[in-house]
């Protein structure tokens, strides 16, 4: 199971079970959107129409990402499997804009770990 690269978990701990980071103020949110873009402009090779494509694909994962770890009425788990369907619903609507060779691309980056995205 591939999970966009991007926005890959942190190291979990209990007090964030879904591994999204969080800010100074202590909100969650995950990795910035002009980050994440710029990541995988650079290791994607984006063209500009792409990059145009998928940056409100960020930015609405990053929002729900919000909501979803701010909601205080969401278990543990059920915050996890809505964050993980989260990621996958947006890593497949960013394959869509991806040629064949991107796509191979972001298979390896997805396989790797990305602290550089977490502030880690």
């Known amino acids: 199971m591939f999970i966009l690269a991007l926005t890959a978990p942190a190291p979990q701990s209990a007090a964030d079970p879904a591994g999204v980071d969080k800010n100074e103020h202590g909100q969650s949110g995950g990795p910035k959107v002009e980050k994440q873009l710029k990541f995988l402009t650079e290791r994607l090779d984006l063209a500009v129409n792409q990059q145009a494509k998928i940056k409100p694909i960020l930015q609405e994962l990053h929002d729900a990402l919000q909501k979803i770890m701010q909601d205080e009425s969401l278990t543990d788990n059920q915050r996890l499997d809505n964050v993980r369907t989260l990621r996958l619903r947006g890593d497949k609507q960013i394959r ?8 191979k691309k972001l298979d390896q980056v997805e ?10």
């Open 96 to 103: 869509e804009i991806l040629n064949d060779d991107q796509r």
């Open 111 to 120: 396989a790797e770990p990305h602290p550089e995205l977490h502030d880690n």
